[in-house]
């Protein structure tokens, strides 16, 4: 991992040639001065300071806003490349929706036995009360975020996918407005597809999720757990962009089986509610009682039909690490086909053959927990002290079940800007997806996260991560 | 729109507004010390009376001077009266109701809240201190004119105008009641020559030296400035013209929703004891009194207008 040797390049092939996607592109950025290039890298700093694209950083008074570092060479897919992918996403995302569908309801994919039952039923993430229960439209997760990875020309794998609150689809929206502020004359060389319609494609989902009780233009508000959220920017844009309001849970209350909120003329009722609160913060009567972000008695109004929630409480289970590994039977049950993205190979701990051969190749593998998000309670065997490694031998031991194991990919790379001129580092992707009950929607782009130390896989913003615009061609 | 974000809109004015407030009290204050040959203590016990602060102030220092009084007023994090406070404030709720605001509104808001962070950073040395005050000014105009230029005249233009001049009567209030025992020993002693400066101050603090020169010459005593701050419509800053605007905008609100609610009797009640009035009948009655009152008054269609429009419930 890391080592430079076997990492694709997604501009430059083996021999140093431009890759086509990227052919015009680099006889730009060859003909650029690169003391001005940086100069502009400085500007997009100002221009983001400005408009205020921060991210809240918890337990620090003075720097409590920071920005995500920008750089300003763009990632370039072909519409070729996206294609495949889009279909490959389409996919997957039918299939997560009905997978939800059958376990909160009839659960013949166990009756199947293509998934163990005791993986849904002691799941932390599934929802008992979301049992028997109809979302509107029949659409449990309307906004999902796919996260890939790429090692060769045609190999994508998806690395986890994001069913119940993707962020980050601000950052892809603010990302393209930058360059088109500072690069202009780049657009009009080269033919990029559109992202900004976002906003009003979320709009339009959501719309259509709208549940029967609405009459007339559905009344939409995202629900942000508030300012001091780590991602309420993203919060405020999109309502911002939607032309929805921006609603925290002590806005609403329940008025006559519905969810009001509260307004200068007094309460109005609400159709759909895009929520950026967890599942299990959202109904203190329903969920965790001390939980201040909700609304008392949403989850009663939800269940009788009286509001939309994007997305639906329990869609957790369908990004679960555990349920991850099954995701090629999943997509197969529901779709009948192949799956067209890969997953990466992953080892469930909890079986005794995989278990042992983990054990035996801590030193290349991933070790991850199965409940666990953001980096945490993660081994990287390559990169892990001995130490680090005797202790997860024992932890595997101990809760076998609690962990899935992959191996190290040679994630793909694309360059930056630096002081010394352009130079590889790795990145990800995660493209956006908007469901609706009669269409899924996935914008040509999506937020392209990049590790700005050489070498290193990590691409977390919370640990020196930065983003890249991202294109898909029109060719 | 919701009430919370009504909420937001109306105190980031308020803190926007007295931010600029603080910033030309400061002025006055400074231009005194420095054209005073003695000791300035007591211009400078003024400023922190005016600001509303004498209780933290002394508690935080023991002497009135310069420096302490312009610490305490623009950088003093445990001042919630200070001009960095206020401006934090008015951004935190700028980011509260962003999507109120059009881009302009609240790009101009954050970088104020960041240019002016970054002036008070450090303690203001004296030589500073006029540009920062002007920093100060410029910045809280600039978000105005953004105001002006780019949002509609809706229901969220009005609580935000709605905040300014809550903010600004209070404040023009505040100032002449501090400054009263200033005009009230001239009226009995009509013809003594009371400092021409103190008089020049009240004034100053309001920008409003060169407008009351247009209009009466050089020809500065208590009545006349009394009069034109009070009941000069023309004014923008007297407590007639702010009263007008409130009126105005709550006028327009009443329209917007059709209903008419108790805190659009409560400014005509207000209205009323501007309306018609003397600066004569003013001054015979007891400025301090009528001010008090004013004061009070502003107070109260204040919590009104939250209640009616369910700022917080």
Redesign the interface.
Known sequence: MGDGKNEYDEMFGGDGTVRNAYREYHNWIDAEDPAQLLKKSAEAETFF????ITFNVYGDSQDTERLIPFDVVPRILSSREWSRLARGIEQRVRAINAFLHDIYHRQEIIRAGRVPERLISENSAFEPKMIGVSPPGGVYTHIVGIDLVRTGDNEFFVLEDNARTPSGVSYMLENRETMLQMFPELFSKIPVQSVSDYPKALRRALARSAPSVCSGRPVIAVLTPG?HNSA?FEH?FL??QMG?????G??LRVIDGRIA??????YEPIDVIYRRVDDEFLDPLNFNPDSILGVPGIMDVYRAGGITLANAPGTGIADDKAIYSYMPEIVHFYTGEAPILKNVETWRCSEPDSLAYVLDNLEHLVVKEVHGSGGYGMLIGPTASKREIARFRKLLKAKPGNYIAQPTLALSTVPILTKAGLAPRHVDLRPFVLVSPDSIDITPGGLTRVALKKGSLVVNSSQGGGTKDTWVLDD | ????S?GGLYWMFRYLERSENLARLLEAGFRIALTRSTAATSEWQSVIATAGVTNGFENRHGEYNAANVVDYILRDRENTSSVRYVTEQAR?NA??V??ALT?EV??AT??SW?VLNQALQRPIRERDLPEVLALIKQQSTLVRGTLYGTMLRN?IYN?ARLGTFIERADNTARILDVKYYVLLPSLSHIGSSLDNVQWETILRSLSANRSYRWLNGEDINPSGIADFLILDRSMPRSLAHCVQEILSNLNNLSAQ?G?RKPCHDCVDKIFETLDQRTIDSILASGLHEFLKNFIYGMGELSSQIEQD??FY?
Do not use: Q
Request: charged share 40%; glycine share 6%.
């Open positions: 300071r400005r408009t205020g300012i309420y405020s309502a911002d929805a309001e921006l609603v925290e002590h806005d909120m509260r307004t200068t003329k007094g | 729109m919701l009430g919370k009504a935190t980011r509260l962003r999507t881009r609240w790009e954050n970088e960041m229901d609580f929703y209903e429009y369910r419930s």
